[in-house]
């Protein structure tokens, strides 16, 4: 099982350390997304955490074109930068490039998606996919050789789909020297 938050103080500097890396107010469902995405605090901690850093006035409420957002204030920021550091390092390096991921691919209307089937023969078919407002704009088919790579390439996938699609289209394009970089 992995990591998962449980003191409610690590939950809100996690919400704020969140809240001010990414730089803009987020609606209630954002801002949930992106703190429960990882699996590393859980909606009913979210909720409750979120509406003790209101009265704490570390998180306030504006309303937007977008309806209610949330934002952090400048108290909350001075507790971020105080206590982010008991956040472990790649705790806070993944769950921010998730967040950011999550943010670009959900204002561009960017979905990924993994399928996978179990062959008569063991092997696992696995299709590879990222539509765009609906539209396909990679669908890639593989043959896994056993469970462990099927779940070692969905992860991969999942964790970094931007980084497999530039990497598909420059080999196909004849770049590769993109993998160099």
Same mark, same amino acid.
Do not use: W
């Given at each position: 099982?992995?990591?998962?938050?449980?003191?409610?103080?690590?939950?809100?500097?996690?919400?704020?350390?969140?809240?001010?890396?990414?730089?803009?107010?987020?609606?209630?469902?954002?801002?949930?997304?992106?703190?429960?995405?990882?699996?590393?605090?859980?909606?009913?901690?979210f909720a409750e955490c979120l509406g003790k850093l209101q009265d704490t006035d570390n998180v306030l409420t504006v309303e937007t074109e977008k309806g209610l957002t949330y934002e952090i204030t400048e108290q909350g920021k001075r507790v971020a930068d105080t206590l982010e550091s008991e956040i472990l390092g790649y705790i806070r390096t993944r769950s921010l490039k998730?967040?950011? %991921?999550?943010? $670009?691919?959900?204002?561009?209307?960017?979905?990924?998606? #993994?399928?996978? @089937?179990?062959?008569?023969?063991?092997?696992?078919?696995?299709?590879?996919?990222?539509?765009?407002?609906?539209?396909?704009?990679?669908?890639?088919?593989?043959?896994?050789?056993?469970?462990?790579?099927? %779940?070692?390439? $969905?992860?991969?996938?999942?964790?970094?789909?931007?980084? #497999?699609?530039? @990497?598909?289209?420059?080999?196909?394009?004849?770049?590769?020297?993109?993998?160099?970089?």
């Amino acid at each position: 099982m992995q990591y998962q938050f449980k003191d409610q103080n690590d939950i809100k500097i996690f919400i704020l350390f969140l809240l001010k890396n990414v730089g803009r107010p987020l609606t209630y469902f954002e801002l949930n997304d992106v703190v429960v995405q990882d699996g590393l605090v859980s909606c009913i901690d979210f909720a409750e955490c979120l509406g003790k850093l209101q009265d704490t006035d570390n998180v306030l409420t504006v309303e937007t074109e977008k309806g209610l957002t949330y934002e952090i204030t400048e108290q909350g920021k001075r507790v971020a930068d105080t206590l982010e550091s008991e956040i472990l390092g790649y705790i806070r390096t993944r769950s921010l490039k998730s967040a950011m %991921r999550y943010l $670009s691919f959900k204002e561009r209307g960017i979905r990924i998606a #993994v399928t996978t @089937s179990p062959r008569p023969d063991a092997r696992i078919d696995m299709i590879f996919a990222i539509k765009e407002k609906d539209e396909p704009q990679m669908e890639l088919k593989i043959i896994a050789d056993n469970e462990y790579q099927a %779940r070692q390439m $969905s992860y991969h996938f999942q964790e970094q789909p931007e980084t #497999v699609f530039r @990497s598909i289209l420059s080999l196909l394009a004849g770049d590769a020297n993109y993998l160099l970089k």
